[in-house]
């Protein structure tokens, strides 16, 4: 393998592995839940100043970035596998239908363990991108731009005034589906969960991705802004495009300050009474929709400035075995959270700090960190990893290491 192959690969597992990083420590301080917290969650998490001071940093962060650095290296990996798959077989095309099939299935088992899945969407999402990989790359940028720009939910609430697509109410704090909800994870086995997760989770999860709130379109962009960024080889030669970074920080930068201002705008004009029925709500979420695109630019642009520092590569790298593994640790971190925080397990839903869960996060990732590393000196896949690979290609691959 070339080092030039290799620094690829690094760049792209160890920036993955930073992204699946924010995730854990964003459903951590969120206890798991996959929805909005009510009221008695919140004040069982914000025992003091510090547990607010972390909310801010959850919100202005991490929330909504990190899984849109998640989603744009799907959307990088799934250019690198059309272009070298088709390399090897003429219609690799139905092999990554085959294998984002297999994702769809991974990703419902998960989600009957935490209704916050995003595998199932990125599976269907995936499905789409297949027709997408052989537009051209101006068609492609006015359709990502118009998706930021909210397309999507301007769509849905023309369409539909109340803004409601698979759920038969908005999800909200004190919505009654939300407490009943709150209620099955304090209260309900593991099965109850479960089955709930698989009936109306998937219809909230739905509305969550598809509605007004615009998850699963700005996933589909971030998706095409990785097969887009795949197709000129942005990270796979970093180092040659260096001079780009300074531009993405004055487009990132820019566009911080220009979606704060929309959003200032959006919502400043409905006063006192909040509602999502409204189109100055929808200008005012596609505004928080701009920022967070904005700052995922900017974290993006300053990780790849810091990897190309040798200082800062090594200690970057760290984060490389974790992003190799990142299926099997994106689906263990669910299997732990929910053991801590719902009934069926410890129980601990919206009773430890925001603080502590914060802390909780970074040792879980620490963790994960260390037996990634491990794991990977003996074997050539993490277990999920193998298996899907496996199963993609239908035979089974070595593992285990020869010494």
């Known amino acids: 393998m070339s080092n030039t192959t290799s620094k690829r690969i690094q760049i792209i597992d160890a920036l993955r592995g930073f992204a699946l990083a924010g995730i854990v420590l964003v459903h951590m301080v969120e206890n798991y839940l996959g929805g909005p917290a ?3 969650v919140m004040e069982g998490i914000h025992a003091g100043t510090l547990d607010y001071v972390v909310d801010g940093i959850i919100q202005i962060i991490f929330r909504g970035k990190f899984f ?23 219609r690799y095309a139905l092999r990554f239908l085959w294998r984002v099939l297999l994702l769809l299935i991974i990703g419902l088992a998960h989600h009957f363990i935490y209704r916050g899945d ?26 990502v731009g118009l998706i930021f720009l909210g ?10 005034p109340d803004g409601l697509l698979f759920f038969e109410e908005m999800l909200m704090p004190d919505s009654p589906a939300t407490k009943a909800y709150l209620e099955l994870l304090r209260t309900g086995s593991f099965w109850e969960v479960g089955l709930d997760n698989s009936t109306n989770g998937q219809l909230m999860k739905m509305e969550f991705q598809f ?11 971030f998706f095409l802004l990785g097969l887009l960024v795949g197709r000129f080889r942005l990270l796979h030669e970093y180092e040659t495009h260096l001079n780009k970074l300074s531009n993405m920080f004055w487009a990132g930068g820019i566009g911080l300050v220009v979606a704060l201002g929309i959003t200032i705008a959006g919502f400043s004009q409905m006063g006192q009474e909040f509602s999502l029925e409204s189109w100055w709500a929808m200008i005012g979420l596609t505004g928080m929709d701009l920022a967070n695109v904005a700052l995922t630019i900017l974290i993006l642009a ?16 760290l ?21 801590i925080f719902y009934g069926w397990g410890l129980g601990y839903l919206g009773s430890i700090p925001n603080s502590y869960t914060f802390l909780m996060g970074f040792l879980l990732i620490a963790l994960q960190m260390w037996i990634s590393q491990l794991w990977l000196k003996k074997c050539y896949y993490g277990p999920l990893e193998w298996l899907w690979r496996s199963a993609t290609h239908g035979k089974w691959y070595p593992l285990l290491k020869k010494d």
């Open 211 to 221: 509605g007004v709130f615009n998850r699963g379109y700005l996933t589909f962009a």
């Open 302 to 317: 300053f990780f790849v400035w810091l990897f190309a520092k040798s200082k800062w590569e090594k200690r970057l790298l």
């Open 151 to 160: 397309l999507g939910r301007f769509v849905v609430f023309a369409l539909n």
């Open 68 to 90: 849109a650095l998640f989603s744009f290296l799907f959307g990088l990996s799934f250019f690198i596998q059309m272009d070298s798959g088709a390399k090897r077989e003429k």
């Open 319 to 339: 984060f490389a075995p974790y992003g190799r593994m990142a299926l099997t640790n994106y689906i263990l971190q669910s299997v732990i959270g929910a053991v």
């Open 38 to 40: 009510d009221e008695a």
């Open 118 to 143: 995003i595998l199932s969407i990125y599976a269907i999402l995936g499905i789409l991108l297949i027709p997408f990989y052989r537009l051209s790359t101006r068609t492609l940028l006015i359709l």
